[in-house]
């Protein structure tokens, strides 16, 4: 249902908790001390793209999950992968009992030359009762 591998991953609340797979567990870690300067923002930066993409429960009582999935426009040639990256966002959240409610997307304009447009998709999913 999901291929997100088994490992250590932001549960949303600022905890590391313990994806087997399947299902978080009640498995937590405390975060690491932030690292001071502006390789620590950088860091912690990449580590929440990175964690964006992994499945994540919601806060409890919280009904909705928005996720943004940024995609690229090939200009020639085949195999953006985009399909890939939204179907892979949707099923991960599909086994967290969560089904796609409303997407859209935005578009940011050219990376340069042969760069095609990067294209923002914003996800709204509602939890199933």
Not at 15 to 40: I, S
């Amino acid at each position: 249902m999901t291929a997100t591998q088994a490992g250590w991953y932001d549960d949303g609340s600022g905890t590391t908790r313990w994806w087997d797979g399947q299902n978080w567990t009640d498995t937590v870690q405390p975060p690491p001390p932030e690292e001071p300067g502006l390789n620590g923002v950088i860091n912690r930066i990449q580590a929440d793209a990175v964690s964006g993409a992994q499945p994540r429960p919601a806060a409890t009582g919280m009904s909705y999950v928005v996720l943004q999935v940024v995609l690229k426009e090939k200009m020639w040639g085949s195999g953006s992968g985009n399909l890939t990256e939204l179907e892979r966002a949707i099923n991960a959240q599909a086994a967290l009992g969560y089904r796609l409610h409303t997407i859209t997307t935005a578009s940011s304009g050219s990376a340069g030359f042969g760069g095609g447009d990067r294209i923002q998709a914003t996800l709204v999913f509602e939890r199933l009762t």
